[in-house]
């Protein structure tokens, strides 16, 4: 209670008057501690002191209350009454927790602690009385689970496992509450430290390990790290011990104790002892609870020993001629080495820059590359190298001689040319032949005989090749001799030379070109300086070859030769490209690399002179012909070519056209092109004509631009070849094409597609200046709706349709453009751009929208067609009207007699020599319109259609046909169309002049055997009898035609 709240009040009453009768009150005893007061006039008691109105000290006070009326002294009357006050409780004291000094509110339990252990008692008092006083316990937080108090006894337990790895201490909120009606509490904090028990094995990640280590790795090298570790806290759980358990028996590796595993001290290593080893790394923390780790080591070798031939030099020999792949030797060579580093490889390192020979860099088998020449190379020395890979090689030579064979023939000159006076002496050597042969003796060993022309046997050949005067000479009697000179080299080749011989008079002196004064030689074009070209001759008789027997005759001095200079012999030209280096030879050689591109042909003319005395000089025209070789690369007409193309297809026109020339000539200038390795599947190339088309059946995308690299090969050997960029850009056809009807043939327009693409181009670049028209393809003109005055019309004048686009500018035309975008006019930007634009091209210009064929506008849309659907029906009905009439006059005429022969077709010849040409026109049966029938008498025929007379050919056509004189009537020989159309307007066709052998027809009038009935719905709408054989047939009375019923 507070201060001066009530208690209770007493009341007294007096019966006097006034102030006697008025009472005052005290309290005069039971208050010794002053607790309470009383109103002395009211009686009223309150509490006077709250601190010391205590229930814990006094449950129950019992005041005596005195009251007094108003009289004093004696006359005071007095009375009392005695109050009991109980002090109630009242929860005033907070409970207050007690802590022993050894351990405020900590506490330390092992990990290893069983659920229910009791780890503390928490104790708070309080001093209220009651259940004030009355304290419960409880763990607000902190606990996460794993421990719990009696709420009663403050004794703390563990109420889950507990593991000092995962969390080693706990902050426990413990709060005391009394029992208070007005609940106080009090809180505080109990530290529970987890303490470390070695309940974790160790863990080893990985638990396997490898290593690769070289056999000449050093001691105390780093093989694995074996990582392991134990989750105990406490360092003496969580220590490791390691050891190598297995797999050691050598002792070559040792283990620290962090775990690392290395190579023991004064220990090595040898791959070809050893070339792997799997330890057990045993790992174990103070319980003695182990794991094992496994490391493998791998050893691999060191190239240790080099590798070592088994010879120093080797020799082999091998004939030449030998295909390729004959085996000439072997070598070998060792290595201590194992594996990798024993295995050698053997290479040739010089003496094989002919790559006439392989070697096997495995097995050492040495073999032909290809087929030896012992002419050409008589030996080799190949210098080997056996190689394992290290650092060290060994070398070792190889001799290989080629030995020979018989495969060479003499080598003489094509001729000789001689003078030789008259007065040579007998046995007088006039030439000596001289001929090499490449091969080696025996095999070289020539023989010489003169086969032909030795006339009179006057001259002879030796062993040696000397040619010999055998008899006298006279030039009056035999001026020339060609003697056919073999020269053969046992018995396996022989080759032919000629000794040309012209005997002079030994008193004529002269100078003279042998044999004759023209020659003709050829040369490649481009061939280097020094080339040779060919071998003029010329000499002096008695002078030159000094075979006279009269020393008065002079001996000319030696012969010269040189190329004229003078113009008229062209000598500018010939002393740039050709040169005869040795005036004294007569030999010609290339100067300057000719040019066949520029000249095909050289003429020119060579002067021998003799200084004399006396000086002599004779002149030789020299034909030479300068002929091909590859020089030249194909050059394209254009280093970029652009096109474009609708993305559906081009209907087989080319998109775009390469060009490529070369000037070389013959296959050589032949150019042959290649496709794109871009779009393989999208465009394909004409190879020969360079035409680039879209594949059938392929679909580009709108606007995307196409690159390619096409080439231009030539046909010469080796070829050669260049390449130019091709820029193909697809456009929607429906978005951007416009159709451009003219009034002309396909090959009038192909002769005037330059100049309208012109016209167009101009028009276009009236709305951007350099904006072009293109040209998809062309068609021609649907004509199935066209009047038959129309089709005539073009028959002969034809109509195309031209189907076109533009492209606004000139961006991306070049090469300098190949990544601008190429802009197309719409369709309709075209149709306002040209409709009106005045083309001069030709006379009818119709220009729309581009039509494909696959709208899908029905033919009843258009007001054309409504209007003939309604012309249709008046006809048809007209025509119903038409055949009923036509049906009552068939049965009017029936019943009036046969018609007499007068009548017949055949009576009026004359009048079929005036009959017009026959006029065709194909109806499809299904859609025929029945007409009435002739009404000459002359144009109703009714025959089989097996009946004609006659045959003839279409003058418009050239096609062959069967034709009837009587009805006009005719059949294609050829089947076609046939079926599908009939002939009309019978009794009009002229019968061929020539037709001197058609049969007669009889005379016979068949209307009156007509048998007219309803019409059966076919292409037949009567039916009648043949008065000649009495056989029912069916007719059609608008073509003619019948069928035999039967």
């Not at 706990?170 to 904090?189: E, F, H, M, N, P």
């Not at 970029?640 to 297809?649: A, D």
């Not at 290649?674 to 059938?696: H, K, M």
């Not at 709108?702 to 070829?719: E, F, R, V, W």
């Amino acid at each position: 209670m507070h201060v001066g709240d009530n208690v209770i009040t007493v009341t007294a009453t007096d019966a006097d008057d006034a102030a006697f009768g008025t009472v005052g009150y005290v309290i005069s005893a039971g208050n010794a501690d002053g607790v309470f007061t009383i109103s002395q006039t009211t009686g009223l008691i309150t509490v006077q002191s709250t601190t010391l109105l205590d229930y814990e000290t006094t449950t129950q006070y019992a005041l005596t209350v005195l009251g007094t009326d108003g009289a004093t002294g004696a006359d005071q009357r007095t009375a009392t009454v005695t109050v009991y006050v109980d002090v109630d409780p009242a929860n005033e004291h907070d409970p207050v927790f007690t802590s022993p000094s050894s351990s405020p509110f900590a506490v330390t339990i092992a990990e290893s602690a069983a659920l229910g252990s009791q780890l503390y008692t928490v104790l708070a008092t309080d001093q209220d009385s009651g259940s004030d006083g009355q304290i419960k316990y409880s763990i607000t937080s902190g606990d996460l689970g794993k421990f719990n108090i009696d709420e009663t006894t403050g004794v703390v337990f563990v109420a889950d496992t507990l593991d000092k790895e995962t969390l080693d201490t706990y902050s426990l909120a413990i709060r005391a509450i009394d029992q208070g009606s007005t609940a106080r509490t009090a809180d505080v904090t109990l530290a529970v430290t987890v303490s470390d028990v070695n309940d974790n094995s160790p863990v080893c990640s990985p638990d396997v390990y490898t290593s690769t280590l070289a056999e000449d790795t050093s001691a105390g090298t780093l093989v694995a790290w074996v990582l392991c570790t134990d989750a105990d806290i406490d360092t003496t759980n969580n220590a490791l011990t390691y050891s190598i358990t297995a797999g050691n028996t050598e002792g070559k590796f040792e283990v620290s104790t962090a775990g690392i595993v290395t190579v023991a001290t004064g220990q090595t290593l040898d791959y070809e002892t050893t070339t792997s080893y799997l330890l057990d790394v045993s790992v174990s923390d103070v319980s003695g609870v182990a794991v094992t780790a496994e490391v493998a080591v791998v050893v691999t070798g060191v190239n240790e020993f080099p590798p070592a031939f088994t010879a120093t030099t080797y020799s082999a020999t091998v004939v030449e001629n030998q295909s390729t792949g004959t085996l000439v030797t072997s070598v070998a060579a060792t290595d201590s080495d194992s594996g990798a580093d024993g295995t050698i490889s053997y290479n040739i390192t010089s003496g094989n820059e002919l790559n006439h020979f392989i070697l096997d860099s495995s097995s050492g088998l040495i073999s032909t590359a290809a087929v030896l020449d012992r002419e050409t190379t008589a030996s080799y020395t190949l210098v080997l190298t056996a190689d394992d890979g290290g650092t060290t090689l060994d070398t070792a030579t190889v001799l290989i001689t080629v030995s020979d064979l018989n495969d060479n023939a003499p080598d003489c000159p094509t001729f000789y040319s001689v003078l030789v006076s008259d007065d040579a002496l007998t046995n007088s050597i006039i030439q000596t032949v001289v001929c090499t042969d490449a091969d080696i003796s025996p095999n070289n060993v020539m023989s010489y005989s003169i086969v032909t022309g030795n006339t009179n046997t006057d001259f002879s050949i030796d062993s040696t090749g000397d040619v010999r005067v055998e008899n006298t000479l006279d030039d009056a009697v035999t001026e020339f001799y060609t003697l056919e000179v073999w020269v053969t080299d046992g018995t396996q080749y022989t080759t032919v030379t000629y000794v040309y011989v012209q005997v002079q008079d030994a008193s004529t002196t002269g100078l003279t070109f042998i044999p004759s004064n023209t020659y003709s030689f050829s040369v490649a074009e481009n061939s280097a300086m020094g080339t040779a070209v060919g071998t003029v001759y010329a000499g002096v008789a008695g002078g030159q070859i000094a075979f006279s027997a009269s020393p008065v005759v002079p001996t000319g001095g030696a012969v010269t030769f040189a190329i004229s200079t003078a113009t008229e012999h062209n000598g500018a030209q010939a002393t740039t490209l050709f040169q005869i280096s040795n005036s004294s030879s007569g030999a010609i050689t290339v100067l300057f690399p000719p040019d066949r591109e520029t000249d095909d042909a050289v003429q020119f003319v060579v002067i021998a002179s003799s200084a004399g005395p006396p000086a002599l000089s004779a002149e030789a025209t020299i034909f030479v012909d300068i002929t091909d070789v590859n020089d030249n690369t194909p050059v394209f007409i254009s280093s970029f070519y652009s096109g474009e193309c609708g993305t559906t297809s081009d209907f087989g026109q080319a998109i775009v056209t390469i060009s490529a020339t070369d000037a070389d000539e013959g296959t050589s200038g032949t150019v042959t092109y290649g496709e794109s390795a871009e779009y393989p599947t999208l465009f394909e190339l004409d190879t020969s004509t360079g035409n680039i088309r879209l594949v059938v059946d392929q679909t580009l995308a709108t606007l995307n631009a196409y690159l390619m690299t096409m080439t231009g090969t030539d046909g010469g050997s080796p070829a050669l070849s260049s390449q130019t960029t091709v820029r193909i850009d697809a456009y929607d056809p429906y978005t951007t094409l416009v159709d451009i009807e003219l009034a002309m043939t396909e090959d009038e327009f192909w002769t005037k597609k330059d100049t309208f693409l012109s016209e167009m181009t101009t028009i276009l670049r009236t709305q951007y200046a350099t904006a072009r028209c293109g040209l998809a393809y062309i068609t021609r003109k649907d004509v199935s709706v066209i009047t038959t005055n129309r089709r005539r019309l073009l028959t002969t004048q034809g109509e195309v349709v031209a189907r076109v686009y533009g492209v606004r500018n000139d961006n991306a035309d070049t090469a300098a453009g190949i990544n601008n975008n190429k802009e197309f006019f719409t369709d309709s930007e075209m149709l306002s751009t040209i409709t009106g634009s005045g083309l001069t091209i030709t006379d009818s210009i119709t220009v729309q929208d581009y039509d494909d064929g696959t709208t899908t506008t029905t033919w009843i849309q258009y007001p054309a067609s409504i209007a003939l659907v309604v012309l249709s029906c008046i006809f048809f009905v007209l025509a119903v009207a038409l055949i009923i009439a036509l049906v009552l006059w068939c049965r009017r005429k029936r019943n009036k007699g046969k018609i007499s022969k007068k009548d017949s077709v055949k009576d009026k010849p004359e009048k079929q020599q005036r009959w017009s040409s026959p006029l065709i026109t194909a109806v499809p049966v299904n859609n025929a319109t029945k007409q009435p029938p002739p009404k000459r008498k002359a144009d109703v025929v009714y025959i089989d259609r097996t009946e004609f007379d006659g045959e003839a050919v279409d003058d418009r056509t050239g096609r062959e046909y069967y034709y009837n004189t009587k009805t006009g009537q005719r059949k294609w020989k050829d089947g076609l169309g046939n079926s599908a159309a009939v002939v009309v307007a019978a009794g009009k066709f002229k019968a061929p002049r020539n037709n001197v052998n058609a049969p007669k027809t009889t005379k016979t009038n068949r209307d009156s055997d007509v048998e007219t009935i309803a019409l059966d719905g076919s292409t037949f709408d009567g039916q009648a009898r043949d008065p000649d054989t009495g056989r029912g047939y069916l007719f059609n009375s608008r073509t003619g035609d019948r069928k035999w019923k039967d």
